[in-house]
T-cell receptor
Framework: GENVEQHPSTLSVQEGDSAVIKCTYS??????FPWYKQELGKGPQLIID?????GEKKDQRIAVTLNKTAKHFSLHITETQPEDSAVYFC????????????FGTGTRLQVFP | ETGVTQTPRHLVMGMTNKKSLKCEQH?????MYWYKQSAKKPLELMFV???????ENNSVPSRFSPECPNSSHLFLHLHTLQPEDSALYLC????????????FGSGTQLSVL
C-alpha cells in the first residue's frame, strides 16, 4: 500500500522568509496530492492540491511542485506571515481507484514576527 | 465555518461507558468519513460512507461502531474503549467517494480514563 513520508517535522522561519515542506510517496499509481493546513483547535483545511498530469500549481503565496519520477512533492510558502503558523499535512491517493487518502505525519510551521 | 459540525468538542469517558460522537454536514456532500488523529501519527482513516452505505472499514476494532442514517449525519458509537483510544476524532465529508477535497469538522477530543 501507499506510504507517505513528510519532512521536516518542525520548521521555524522569520516573517517574510520562504518555507518549504517535502513529501515522498511510495506508490507510483498515486495521482492526486493535496495539502492540508490545521490550525490549533480546528480540523485540517485543504489549501492546495495537484494532480499527476501537472508539474506545478500556484495560488497566491503558496505553490506545490511534483516530481513523478522521484515520487516526491513539495509545498512552498513565500513571504510567510504569522497567520501561516499551523501544522501542514501532505497526502496522496489514487483518484478513481480508492476512497483512501494516505497522510504524512505533519509539519509544524512557526513563523516568528 | 467549514460546513461540518461535530459534537461534543471534548469527551471524557471511562472504559466501561457508552458514548456517541455526532457529525453533521451542511454541504450537500455524498461521502462522509471518520478519521483518528493521534500525536505524531498520520491521520488514520477509520470508516467511509457513500450515499449512506459503508464502503470502507479500515480494520477498526468493533468497540467503534459507525452509523450513517442519511447523507448529512454520521455517528460513531463508542463502548468499552481502551486508554490508547484517546485521540482527536475527525469527521469529514466530500462531494463524492474518491476522497478529494475533504471538508473536516473541528473534531472531538476524546480521553479514555
Amino acid at each position: 500500500g501507499e506510504n507517505v513520508e513528510q519532512h521536516p517535522s518542525t520548521l521555524s522561519v522569520q516573517e517574510g522568509d520562504s518555507a518549504v515542506i517535502k513529501c515522498t510517496y511510495s506508490d507510483s499509481a498515486s495521482n492526486y496530492f493535496p495539502w492540508y493546513k490545521q490550525e490549533l483547535g480546528k480540523g485540517p483545511q485543504l489549501i492546495i492540491d495537484i494532480r499527476s498530469n501537472v508539474g506545478e500549481k500556484k495560488d497566491q503565496r503558496i505553490a506545490v511542485t511534483l516530481n513523478k519520477t522521484a515520487k516526491h512533492f513539495s509545498l512552498h510558502i513565500t513571504e510567510t506571515q504569522p497567520e501561516d503558523s499551523a501544522v501542514y499535512f501532505c497526502a496522496a491517493s489514487q483518484v478513481q481507484g480508492t476512497d483512501k487518502l494516505i497522510f504524512g505525519t505533519g509539519t509544524r510551521l512557526q513563523v516568528f514576527p | 465555518e467549514t460546513g461540518v459540525t461535530q459534537t461534543p468538542r471534548h469527551l471524557v469517558m471511562g472504559m466501561t461507558n457508552k458514548k456517541s460522537l455526532k457529525c453533521e454536514q451542511h454541504l450537500g456532500h455524498n461521502a462522509m468519513y471518520w478519521y483518528k488523529q493521534s500525536a505524531k501519527k498520520p491521520l488514520e482513516l477509520m470508516f467511509v460512507y457513500n450515499f449512506k452505505e459503508q464502503t470502507e472499514n479500515n480494520s477498526v476494532p468493533s468497540r467503534f461502531s459507525p452509523e450513517c442514517p442519511n447523507s448529512s449525519h454520521l455517528f460513531l458509537h463508542l463502548h468499552t474503549l481502551q486508554p490508547e483510544d484517546s485521540a482527536l476524532y475527525l469527521c469529514a465529508s466530500s462531494p463524492d467517494r474518491v476522497a478529494e477535497k475533504l471538508f473536516f469538522g473541528s473534531g472531538t477530543q476524546l480521553s479514555v480514563l
